[in-house]
């Protein structure tokens, strides 16, 4: 079903937009803000709640406010969306994702909205992505005005759990992708409209001092003090108000969902549905849901004191998905939407799937001795689509017959009845190596009886992380090893007659940095198995979901170029190629003349049959903003590769104002491989 747009004359309460204001803080850096709140707050004050991210509130982020923002300031609270200092129209240069001055920045901007005359004094914080991650680390900073959470499509630990490192490996499809997206994004100048004739001066500071985010993160390769930092799993004792944590099974952030039902004390709920890294009442793969009025009842339950029970529902609610043809993009997964009253639930138990010589047996039964070398294949993984879905045309797993020809595989037999796996699975191997490093891939597929391969869940442990991702050590060759580490969390119904498959790999690209050599993984049995969390049949949920709405967008004409996603063998290099293309952006009027947002982003991945030292990752991309004369335009690249020591990073920037050049910077550095 489509989202409900609604007119502002339907919401309770009419709607003021404060376009610009400024917040200060301690320093006498001065943050921009745009807020929504009630034409009569003044009179009848309301709590805020507020947003805080890198992603330009007046261009970048503008579409998804306007509907969201103003629909929660239709129902009785101010929305204040800020710029992170150095973005947007914010001051000074951002240095990184989530340093402290962030979050302290984070701590004063919630203070400040409690001060003010139409605010009630309770305040609450919310964001996707970004602003879903500093919403919880901003709480375990504990500011007394902060009453409530709502956190979307984010993590609890930034090293194991983001887009830099996966399974202690390099998460090659996004550490460079994301961090030339940033580039482009903070190089992209304030405002005149908000800046006057300082914007030029402003903008030109900000291109000489933006680093490239690249070089920390490659310099941390283990989970240090720079991970541990704002990774609440450090401490989730610090947060000590009511959180509701949302994601979706192909979004790149569903495991934090379960963890932190587990380790967070505070009234908590989940909520993880079929979705990609959007908001649930747009997102695709639907359905959509009535995401915003599941939010409003958290808010006037913890920031208005209305007795609405909803700390007495089921604490986890998920859509179980059902089996569909594989292919890289849904409208809409079938399925069902079921409920359990905790998590950890008591519905749900390990089920471990034993392997054996190409044979994978449930519940026990016998499995004789023996072993398989895991293929050394480097193109392996290429068709398991990006390790985070933006709903775009091409990024969910394909047939996976491909890639299982390039893997070690391990068949069920035809099962009996329907097994429903929901939580986290986790694999246990034992392994041996004749390689000081090693890396190991994991895919649990779902074979239909027509031979099609869809991909349930899949995870990749670097061996020398075997016992710690904070104390990597080599591994001795030859000698065995048992490792147990997880794979992503997943709600999936297999059907009686179909075939659970575990596909295994010592290589996964283009979604991890392979191992400086071609390794010989060996895998011994008995004594490896998967382990499902399979949820006896329970509680469906309750109470459906009100219907999907929100604001009327305003009038725009958008801009939407074709998704580009293609994977290409040279079969006379050996070379595998793959290349993902999307971008877009909107024309509209606003402040009297038209204004234009246009962006272009394109990464391309290559490896060389026999060759892990051939893997190169090249990042291209571009950003546009145009109002009336005023045309500004910033492009940035990057590329990484390797040697058998040593990561090696080229990276640039270039700006324009109109047709002028202004500012035109490459960097150039290497790193040493620590264990990676």
């Given at each position: 079903m489509a989202t409900i747009d609604r007119d502002p004359g339907e919401l309770p309460r009419a709607v003021r937009e404060v376009r610009d204001t400024w917040i200060p803080m301690a320093d006498g850096t001065q943050l921009s803000a745009r807020i929504w709140l009630p034409d009569d707050a003044a009179s009848d004050p309301v709590p805020g709640i507020l947003e805080l991210l890198p992603y330009r509130k007046s261009d970048g982020t503008a579409l998804r406010d306007a509907t969201n923002a103003a629909w929660f300031a239709g129902h009785g609270y101010a929305v204040v969306r800020v710029d992170i200092r150095g973005t947007g129209n914010s001051e000074d240069v951002i240095t990184d994702e989530y340093t402290q001055q962030e979050l302290d920045d984070g701590v004063a901007c919630i203070a400040w909205i409690a001060a003010q005359p139409w605010c009630t004094g309770?305040?609450?914080?919310?964001?996707?992505?970004?602003?879903?991650?500093?919403g919880l680390q901003v709480a375990a900073e504990q500011p007394p005005e902060l009453h409530a959470v709502l956190s979307l499509c984010s993590t609890d630990d930034r090293y194991a759990d983001d887009v830099h490192y996966w399974g202690g490996a390099v998460l090659a499809d996004q550490m460079?992708?994301?961090?030339t997206s940033m580039l482009v994004r903070n190089a992209l100048p304030p405002e005149p409209e908000v800046w006057g004739d300082e914007w030029l001066t402003e903008w030109k500071r900000r291109l000489d001092q933006t680093p490239p985010f690249a070089r920390a993160w490659l310099e941390?390769?283990?989970?240090d003090e720079f991970w541990q930092h704002a990774s609440i799993c450090e401490d989730p004792a610090a947060i000590r108000c009511p959180v509701f944590l949302v994601s979706g099974w192909v979004d790149a952030y569903r495991d934090s969902v379960f963890r932190m039902l587990e380790s967070l004390s505070v009234p908590r709920r989940g909520l993880v549905g079929p979705w990609a890294h959007l908001w649930p009442h747009v997102a695709e793969p639907g359905p959509q849901i009535g995401f915003l009025q599941e939010a409003l009842r958290w808010w006037d339950r913890w920031l208005k004191d209305v007795p609405n029970g909803i700390e007495d529902e089921p604490q986890l609610c998920t859509w179980l998905q059902e089996p569909v043809p594989p292919q890289g993009y849904y409208e809409e997964r079938p399925g069902r939407w079921v409920v359990d009253d905790s998590w950890p639930s008591p519905n749900v138990d390990d089920r471990p799937l034993q392997l054996g010589a190409g044979i994978a047996t449930f519940d026990g039964q016998p499995v004789s001795a023996g072993t398989?070398?895991?293929?050394?294949?480097?193109a392996h993984g290429a068709l398991s689509g990006r390790s985070c879905s933006y709903a775009t045309a091409y990024d969910l797993p394909v047939d996976q017959r491909a890639d299982d020809a390039l893997a070690t595989c391990f068949d069920g037999e035809p099962l009996t009845e329907a097994v429903e796996i929901l939580g986290v699975p986790e694999a246990e191997l034992e392994v041996s190596s004749d390689q000081s490093q090693a890396?190991?891939?994991?895919?649990?597929?779902?074979?239909?009886?027509?031979?099609?391969?869809r991909l349930i869940t899949q995870g990749v442990l670097n061996l020398t992380h075997r016992d710690s991702h904070e104390h990597p050590e080599p591994l001795q060759p030859g000698e065995r090893y048992r490792v147990r580490f997880p794979l992503h969390a997943i709600g999936y119904s297999v059907p009686k007659g179909h075939r659970l498959r575990v596909a295994l790999a010592p290589a996964c690209w283009p979604m991890v940095w392979p191992s400086p050599r071609s390794a010989r993984v060996i895998v011994h049995f008995p004594g490896s198995a998967i382990h499902l969390p399979v949820r006896a049949r329970g509680a469906d949920a309750r109470v459906p979901f009100a219907p999907a709405e929100r604001l009327r967008p305003f009038e725009h004409e958008p801009i939407k170029p074709p998704d580009v996603g293609t994977v290409t063998r040279d079969l006379a290099t050996g070379k595998t190629t793959v290349v993902y293309q999307n971008g877009g952006g909107f024309v509209r009027e606003e402040l009297g003349q038209p204004m234009r947002k246009d962006s272009s982003e394109r990464d391309i991945f290559e490896i060389v049959d026999g060759d892990p030292?051939?893997?190169?990752?090249?990042?291209?991309?571009?950003?546009?903003?145009a109002r009336g004369d005023w045309h500004v335009r910033v492009v940035a690249n990057g590329v990484l590769t390797c040697d058998?020591?040593?990561?090696?990073?080229?990276t640039g920037l270039t700006a324009y104002h109109g047709e002028e050049q202004v500012f035109e910077h490459e960097w150039s550095f290497s790193t040493p491989r620590d264990l990676t």
């Open positions: 309770k305040v609450g914080m919310m964001g996707i992505s970004w602003g879903g991650f500093n460079l992708p994301w961090a941390h390769q283990r989970r398989v070398e895991l293929r050394p294949e480097q890396l190991v891939a994991v895919r649990v597929c779902d074979v239909a009886p027509d031979g099609s391969s030292r051939s893997a190169t990752v090249t990042c291209q991309r571009w950003s546009e903003l058998e020591s040593t990561f090696h990073v080229r």
